[in-house]
């Protein structure tokens, strides 16, 4: 096996670091238990010019735009996973957190939908905005607010909200069933607005055409459908995607991509589940053409479509695009968890143009490009922020980049933030925990560098359906196995100058059936010297002497000397 920071530390870490990224992400009024120490309040007086107010939900990315459509995504994928993986995601106790990820970006939307037909779309102006690096609670750019109502309708940004709501909902029922009802009511009205005003929100709103242009709205209205119907039960919402289904692409559809932007895959997903739970449905007919078009994509991300398949790195990862990858990778990953999970109980299989392919293959592939994103691959490098040891560190992220108001008191202004920090060949001053990159190119190449966005810029829409795959990966595969043993003894002490010290004597002891080489060790809370292992260029990271494999059963020793408890000692990687 070639070991990496994916086989040391676990989803469960991954779900926690990733939970974090929403936090650095906020705008507004940060509460008292904000984790995320280098941001501070800001954007105070969004909507305020218009008479609404607009305070609160998410930047976008690594910039300050508070995009509606992304951001609608980013929640319905997090409550989707909270709705589909309640209890893994209860199990790692991150369940409170999450709840509070998706309820800071629901807040906002109730705000931004005051009246049944009105559906404040964006704060701020992508151009504008770019042409300044500041941090977010310096900003001086323009925070225009734009809506959509009869006269400006925006069906793809209107039903995908529906659907954040409706999806929302179903997170909160079994918690706060009134802030349920509250969402589902807004949920009908944004669905309703969404079919009778129709038309595509980058017409109404022009300023988001170069940032997040929209395909098509009819996906978004069956996704919207789609979720009430899974939220409320209600037979109409169901006919609705009935009825469209051939109209709207539904299932004349096959798609190889599930995103912010194209929701087939996911619409299909659903409603297969929706044949599954009742096979003489009076709808079965279509349900199972929407069904073949959840296979067409299973199979298209298993390299079993009849060519018609996703491409992949040499690496082994999924690759869709050039700009930001890993958002379709972490969206895919997740909904082939999800299609697993819904066959399993009854051990259907997917039957491909090349081949059948099991449920149990479909979550070994999940999990697969779970492992790349956390440095399972060429260049050994977690593209999730802050996990494992190596990891991005130039993120193109304004306010990762600049040290924080704590340090640094005076402004940082428009145009100085380029010349004095985003030019800077040094790493970011605040890590930006759960920050997943746009990830590698073709050839599994990355390079780490402020200016390369389309590889290095994180983005809500990445990172919301980490929280879901990764719950289900540590439910499904555990804690990974460890390939040694450790085991600590203390040989001698002795106190000078008032203080105790201690020889720690640690036994290195392979538990594989196979040999190990290119041990690396990860030494915590060390404060003495260390005799046996040799240092790494990064920090706290030891390897054994060079040539040094260890057979399985055979053991390996090295011995440290400090005052206090024993150092914590991790594999970090292995061969």
Not at 95 to 119: C, F, S
Not at 300 to 313: D, F, P
Not at 369 to 381: A, E, F, M, V
Not at 517 to 545: A, F, R, V
């Amino acid at each position: 096996m070639s070991g990496s920071s994916a086989t040391a530390a676990g989803y469960g870490d991954a779900v926690e670091k990733s939970l974090m990224f929403f936090e650095a992400q906020r705008s507004g009024k940060l509460p008292t238990d904000q984790q995320v120490k280098w941001r501070g309040d800001s954007a105070l007086h969004d909507g305020f010019s218009q008479g609404v107010d607009l305070v609160g939900g998410y930047y976008d990315a690594g910039d300050h735009v508070k995009f509606g459509l992304p951001m609608a995504f980013t929640i319905t994928m997090l409550a989707w996973g909270v709705a589909e993986f309640r209890k893994e995601i209860t199990g790692l106790n991150q369940m409170d957190h999450t709840l509070r990820a998706i309820r800071w970006g629901t807040d906002y939307i109730l705000k931004a939908h005051p009246q049944p037909d009105v559906l404040w779309a964006q704060v701020g102006d992508g151009n504008s905005d770019h042409y300044c690096w500041e941090r977010a609670e310096d900003m001086t750019t323009p925070r225009t607010a734009y809506k959509l109502d009869h006269e400006n309708p925006g069906s793809d940004l209107a039903g995908e909200t529906a659907a954040a709501l409706a999806a929302a909902s179903m997170a909160f029922r079994p918690y706060n069933s009134s802030y349920s009802n509250l969402l589902l009511a807004h949920a009908k009205q944004l669905f309703s607005f969404a079919d009778r005003f129709r038309g595509q929100y980058d017409d109404s709103i022009q300023s988001a055409q170069q940032f997040y242009p929209s395909s098509s709205y009819s996906d978004e209205l069956l996704w919207g459908a789609t979720w009430l119907y899974r939220a409320t039960g209600d037979q109409k919402y169901l006919q609705y995607a009935i009825d469209n289904a051939e109209s709207m692409g539904g299932i004349s559809w096959g798609v190889k991509e599930f995103s912010w932007d194209t929701k087939y895959a996911g619409v299909q997903v659903l409603l297969s589940k929706v044949l599954m739970d009742n096979p003489y449905s009076p709808h079965a007919s279509i349900l199972k053409q929407y069904q073949a078009k959840a296979e067409y994509f299973m199979c298209a991300c298993m390299q079993k479509n009849n060519g018609y398949n996703v491409n992949r790195t040499p690496g082994g990862l999924m690759y869709m695009h050039e700009w930001n990858n890993m958002q379709y990778v972490s969206s895919a990953s997740f909904l082939l968890a999800v299609y697993s999970g819904y066959l399993s109980p009854s051990k259907a299989k997917v039957t491909c143009p090349n081949g059948e392919v099991q449920p149990q293959d479909l979550l070994n592939f999940a999990k697969s490009q779970g492992d790349y994103i956390l440095g399972k691959n060429p260049k050994s490098i977690s593209y999730l922020v802050g996990y494992g040891q190596s990891y991005p560190t130039h993120v193109h992220h304004r306010g990762a980049s600049i040290a924080p108001i704590s340090v640094l008191q005076s402004p940082v202004k428009c145009v100085q933030g380029f010349d004095a920090w985003y030019h800077r060949p040094q790493g970011n001053p605040n890590v930006i925990y759960g920050a997943l990159v746009g990830g590698p190119d073709k050839n599994d190449g990355f390079y780490d560098d402020r200016s390369n966005y389309e590889q290095t810029e994180p983005t809500l829409s990445a990172c919301a359906p980490l929280i879901g795959l990764f719950s289900k990966l540590q439910s499904a595969y555990g804690a990974p196995e460890s390939p040694v043993q450790f085991l600590h003894s203390i040989t001698s002490s002795w106190s000078h100058g008032g203080a105790m010290y201690f020889r720690h004597q640690v036994i290195i002891k392979n538990t594989l059936q196979k040999p190990i080489s290119d041990l690396k060790l990860q030494m915590e809370n060390l404060s003495g010297p260390l005799w046996g292992l040799t240092p790494c260029q990064e920090k706290n990271i030891y390897h054994l002497p060079q040539s040094q494999v260890l057979k399985p059963g055979l053991q390996y020793t090295f011995v440290y000397v400090q005052g206090g408890p024993q150092a914590k000692i991790s594999v970090v990687s292995y061969h």
